[in-house]
């Protein structure tokens, strides 16, 4: 069996495997607690990606990739499409959304006001060097405001709905189990509403960014002006066997609504995700905006933009070329090299000067 | 009734890794692809534990035709122990304990990336393949909404373009792998990744081939004695790669698709490409008595 022996495929992958892990080290249920606690940010952006709402287990998947994020994502998507689908919660209206954080760049107030709530937006990005030398680095203690900001507000949209800036969009009825799941359907264009909005809601941040920005900067027809941007808390709406409703918890939502103008209206563009990701619903708000009418194959037509922002196929298909590709690479380069032996047998024209 | 007798102890994981509504999904679509040969059904394409492009499709398809017994042979390059075919065989056979097996004679199931083995399959042999782009209109058309319309009205006059093109440009064909072909005269589809020289293994084929592409989310088959035909004008005729002459430098097979191997001295030498199908060639040369299968091809010819 020397063919094979030379090679010893099985126990090379083995050791490798190993030696990506052991600079991890053993994982234990702090080291989980404490990639929770320190660094909600990054678990909000993985489990947007991977439309998993866990923090524990995004948690987990960060500590045992070693923040590999596409990996993290991959491991959440792998053991969420092995979980039976239990139930599926009641839709979250806007005026029900627990609001920690609500701002809107059309207007200088909006009727509930703007809440700035947690962001670093007007921090100075200085680098807390001192901590390496040794200080602990403690941020300053809220001060409470004297009046909370009520939770619950409605959307910027609404009212200028009521003043016939924009059309909102019809209700959408479905409801359940009959509402299109990206996770169980393939994505096929034109695509539907919810599949559209589910697909931006797991794109992948970075991707979302690159293409949107193309759109801000100028390949797209429509400016984005931040109608509202929230982000909030989802309460969990089920449904008991026995017919009563219940809360099973909440979850961090952020949502952006732009606009521009469009003829005699706003036009409207809109995403949420699971977890505090700004950056990704901008971008992915203004992807919305912009794909109506959008030219086949512009980076704001739907089916480019939803193909090129998926995540987890991206990133796989990226490094699958590490795989290797010896087969068709000899088969190309038998196509080339017969080409070059035709070339070579064909006997050379004779060259004349061109005609004047 | 209780609770208890209407459900099963709890389990990590399925059996197969797939839970059953993804396989019935896969089951579903397996039997459109059948019921028309070379289409391309779209389908879920549920994540598995393997990144997108590294086999997905193919593990899908693997992981919901496998029982206990279904014996599996994984290749990629036509290559058993190649990294990530050992990797794919050990997933399968971990989530199904399915036995495993390197000969292709005795496998029922074949996964591969890439080639088709060798020695001809039978009737009762089922063989996967995993492909990266499923559609042959890719470089003419990159838009799959477009193209999807381009294949329900038959529309292939950019392709046959693109290969006239290429004969006036260069003096033949010059798509390498996959090369688009024609089943049962009705839907072009891309073989997949394999070499010119795997193309007529699927021509009118005693065993089922299922093509399934896990990222691009869609799946394709050729059944049991189906038409297969590469695009060719009539005038030039198809050309698989020139390796009928070349020699194995370690089993000393001739007649096959070889991979080759630089040399320091900047020749080459080649090895055949079939993996097992070396091992027993070289097994054969060592005086054991080994089972060879019936080949495709004969002294580096497909028969017509």
Known sequence: ?356 | MTLKTLTKPWEAMSYGFLDGSAKREMRRKMLKSVAVPGCQMPYASREVPMARGWGTGGLQVSLTLVNPETRVKVIDQGADDSVNAASIRRFIARVAGTPTTMDTLKADLIQSRHRIPEEVLSEDQILVLQVPNPEPLRPVQPNMSIARQMHADADYGRMWLQLYEQIVRSGRVMQGASYPSLVNGRHVMTPSPIPRWDVPKLHMAKHLTILSAGREKRIYAVPPFTRVEPLVFSDVPYKVEDHAKLTCHRSGATGFFMNEIPQDDGSSTHEVSDSEWGVKAIRVRDGEKVALGETWYKDGEMPQ
């Open chain 1, 1 to 356: 069996m020397a063919y094979v022996a030379t090679r010893g495929g099985e126990r090379a992958i083995e050791q490798s495997e190993r030696l990506f892990r052991s600079e991890m080290g053993a994982i234990d249920g702090a080291r989980v607690q404490q990639v929770k606690e320190s660094l909600p940010y990054l678990v909000d952006r993985v489990m947007g990606e991977a439309s998993l709402y866990d923090e524990y287990l995004a948690a987990l998947a960060l500590a045992q990739t070693g923040g590999e994020l596409y990996e993290a994502v991959l491991l959440l998507r792998a053991w969420r499409t092995t979980q039976p689908r239990l139930c599926v919660a009641a839709p979250v209206e806007q005026d029900r959304l627990f609001t920690h954080r609500r701002i809107s760049a059309a207007f200088k107030d909006i009727p509930g006001g703007q809440v700035l709530g947690p962001t670093l937006d007007y921090a100075h990005r200085i680098l807390a060097t001192e901590v390496l030398q040794g200080e602990t680095y403690e941020p300053a203690a809220v001060d409470p405001a004297e009046t909370p900001t009520p939770a619950y507000h409605p959307g910027v949209s609404a009212w200028q709905a009521e003043n016939d800036l924009v059309d909102l969009p019809e209700p959408d009825a479905v409801l359940g189990n009959d509402i299109p799941d990206l996770t169980r359907e393939p994505l096929l264009f034109p695509s539907k509403r919810a599949h559209t909005l589910q697909s931006l809601a797991r794109a992948e941040t970075g991707g979302v960014l690159a293409l949107g920005y193309a759109a801000m900067r100028g390949y797209g027809q429509a400016h984005p002006t931040v109608n509202e941007l929230r982000l909030a808390e989802a309460e969990i709406e089920v449904k008991h066997p026995d017919g009563r409703s219940f809360s099973a918890g909440r979850v961090k939502v952020s949502q952006a609504e732009v606009v521009d103008k469009k003829g005699e209206k706003l036009g409207l563009g809109y995403a949420a995700t699971f977890g505090w990701n700004e950056v990704k619903c901008i971008a992915a708000a203004t992807l919305d905006l912009n794909s109506p009418g959008a030219e086949k194959g512009s980076p704001t037509e739907e089916e480019f933009f939803l193909y090129h922002t998926e995540g987890v196929e991206s990133s796989g298909f990226c490094i699958h070329f590490k795989l290797p590709h010896y087969v068709t690479f000899q088969s190309s380069l038998d196509a080339m090299r017969d080409a070059r032996a035709k070339k070579a047998a064909k006997p050379k024209p004779n060259v004349t000067e061109p005609a004047e």
